[in-house]
């Protein structure tokens, strides 16, 4: 059962870091203003922040077979 939700949970991660648009993260940032450059180093560095405390969280679960 852990194991199943921790497979899930990094197929979820996965995706999700894949899919946010520049567009999209825009419209999450509600700063119509704000360059497209911007907007791209934002959501990179949001997606590295993900990418750490999903890390963190993996490695504090315990897999049970």
């Known amino acids: 059962h852990t194991f199943k939700r921790l497979k899930y949970c990094e197929h ?10 520049i567009q999209r993260t ?3 940032l509600a700063d119509a203003n704000i360059s497209d450059a911007e907007v791209e180093a934002i959501r990179d ?11 963190k969280w993996n490695s504090e679960q315990t897999v049970v077979d």
């Not at 979820?12 to 899919?19: E, G, I």
């Open 12 to 21: 979820v991660y996965t995706t999700v870091r894949h899919m946010i648009s």
């Open 26 to 28: 825009k419209e999450i």
């Open 45 to 55: 560095s949001f997606r590295d922040l993900t990418e750490i405390i999903f890390k």
